[in-house]
């Protein structure tokens, strides 16, 4: 469950969750964001640069986008068939962008919103959003 928002604690979305299962380097991990400022250090070749990929990927960025893979399906651990990514993206209260479309039309979005795309070994994944392809 969210905790409440403190007054003006920040007027962006976050991220405040990211589980990998099967992604490039990582069997399963889970990372909890800090909503203000996080940082990634460790050793080369530990996957820190796999975290930024998965938030991509998870986004609905393409291995064409990204400069260390040809195809989505490389992003798949070695000896697995599919790998799965959950983005927790969480929007504060004080958001100025909550509740608008780009089009100016009022929507209603829940205080956390879930991504979860999985993909498989044997080419292409499941649609990163909400069950729909991002276009």
Not at 79 to 85: D, R
Not at 86 to 105: A, F, I, N, W
Request: net charge neutral; glycine share 10%; with cysteine.
């Amino acid at each position: 469950e969210l905790e409440e928002e403190e007054e003006g604690a920040g007027a962006f979305p976050y991220f405040s969750k990211l589980v990998l299962d099967n992604f490039q380097c990582h069997n399963m991990l889970t990372v909890n964001w800090n909503k203000k400022l996080n940082f990634v250090t460790g050793d080369n070749g530990t996957g820190k640069s796999a975290l930024l990929q998965a938030i991509a990927v998870a986004l609905g960025s393409k291995a064409s986008d990204q400069a260390r893979m040809s195809s989505i399906k490389d992003y798949v651990g070695r000896c697995h068939s599919k790998a799965k990514i959950v983005l927790h993206l969480v929007q504060p209260k004080d958001d100025m962008y909550r509740g608008k479309s780009t089009l100016g039309e009022p929507f209603n979005l829940t205080q956390e919103i879930i991504i979860e795309r999985s993909i498989f070994k044997g080419g292409g994944g499941g649609p990163p959003f909400n069950k729909v392809p991002l276009t």
